[in-house]
């Protein structure tokens, strides 16, 4: 069972930046491949990023490269998203994902076992 706890998120200016944590419970964390999704109001929830369980192998959805970068401490059981250059349609409800790894790549979508309660991120244009 692996337990997440997103913060960070809050209201900045476009074109600013913004680091999202997500804390971990969980003696198996390091064995797990973690991600970050968003959703959108009236809108679907989306892959944002995602990276490897031993955080060689990162992952980004096409609207996010170049800005957006995933990493992890497994010493300290934290999953990061650095969020630069942000725009009005990066606002939206983030969550923290994890999933068990039996490989060495980045988990699909579907392979997210556990979920964080979110944070919300909004962004002024």
């Known amino acids: 069972q692996v337990q997440l706890v997103e913060s960070g998120g809050g209201l900045v200016q476009a074109g600013g930046s913004l680091r999202l944590s997500c804390a971990a419970s969980?003696?198996?964390?390091?064995?797990?491949?973690m991600g970050w999704f968003r959703q959108a109001p009236g809108k679907d929830r989306e892959f944002v990023a995602g990276?490897?369980?031993?955080?060689?192998?990162?992952k980004y959805a096409d609207s996010v490269k170049g800005r957006f970068a995933i990493s992890r401490d497994n010493a300290k059981n934290t999953v990061y998203l650095q969020m630069n250059s942000l725009k009005s349609e990066d606002s939206a409800v983030y969550y923290c994902?994890?999933?068990?790894?039996?490989?060495?790549?980045?988990?699909?979508?579907?392979?997210?076992?556990?979920w964080g309660q979110g944070t919300q991120v909004t962004v002024s244009s």
């Open positions: 990276v490897s369980w031993t955080g060689s192998i990162t």
């Open positions: 969980g003696r198996t964390f390091s064995r797990h491949g």
């Open positions: 994902a994890a999933g068990w790894s039996s490989g060495w790549g980045v988990l699909r979508p579907n392979e997210y076992d556990y």
